[in-house]
């Protein structure tokens, strides 16, 4: 039986491909329940799974079967239309390779998943602002993505990724193109401005010393999620 606040529910979740003309399973009946104001780690090697769960999560792939469900809504149910608009309003991504536009600016790229889910330019720019003052871009706005560090241009992911509000920030390898140093500083902030919004944090990763930071531990092995302890 499901906690009464859980906001992630996922229940029975299962998804294959088709490789090398035999189905390959990925995931296999995977049950999870994230509490409000949680974070996550999913740990496991190249090619295990976190990838694919991730997108599960936020609808950008589509499961065998099972439930899906954030804030009381199934995402299984929706049509692919629903559920970009869904993702677009309510999931927050910070990736391995940055993702950043290319031809936007540093404002710009932080700015736009609120005004794609409607907030008035001046407002979105605003809290777009705090968010790269936040995060030690402030002064940085009006650069292009290709005049910043790796380690920079990750920082702007992260303000990106909170900028709209979302309920959950899914996070796929955040330092995995990083230094150590520099990937050290990136996750600390990552977790501190998560948790100081009040966010949920899920994140794949394979670095444990990343893992460590969160609440809950949860190794991918074999298509199952393993609960491991979470700080020492």
């Known amino acids: 039986m499901s906690a009464p606040h859980s906001l992630l529910r996922i229940h029975n979740l299962s998804k294959s491909y088709q490789e090398a003309g035999q189905r390959r399973s990925i995931l296999r009946q995977v049950d999870l329940e994230i509490q409000p104001g949680e974070f996550v780690a999913l740990l496991g090697s190249s090619g295990s ?78 809290r777009a602002r705090e968010l790269l003052g936040q995060v030690g871009l402030a002064g940085r706005e009006g650069a292009f993505p290709d005049r910043l560090s790796g380690g920079e241009q990750q920082r702007v992911a992260i303000a990106r990724a909170l900028s709209h509000d979302p309920l959950l920030v899914l996070a796929d390898e955040p330092t995995g193109n990083l230094d150590e140093e520099t990937g050290s500083h990136i996750m600390a902030l990552l977790e501190q401005l998560t948790r100081q919004a009040g966010k949920n944090l899920v994140m794949a990763t394979h670095n444990l010393d990343n893992a460590r930071l969160a609440d809950r531990i949860l190794r991918m092995h074999d298509g199952k999620l393993v609960s491991e302890p979470a700080r020492p």
Not at 55 to 62: A, H, P, Q, Y
Not at 83 to 91: C, E, V, Y
Request: proline share 4%; no cysteine; hydrophobic share 45%.
């Open 49 to 126: 799974g976190k990838s694919t769960f991730l997108n599960l999560i936020s609808g950008i792939d589509l499961a065998d079967e099972g439930e899906i469900w954030l804030q009381g809504q199934n995402l299984v149910a929706m049509s692919e239309a629903e559920r970009t608009l869904f993702r677009r309003n309510h999931i927050g991504f910070v990736f391995q390779f940055f993702n950043l536009l290319p031809t936007l600016t540093v404002l710009e790229n932080v700015t736009l998943p609120a005004e794609l889910r409607g907030t008035p330019l001046k407002l979105a720019q605003a």
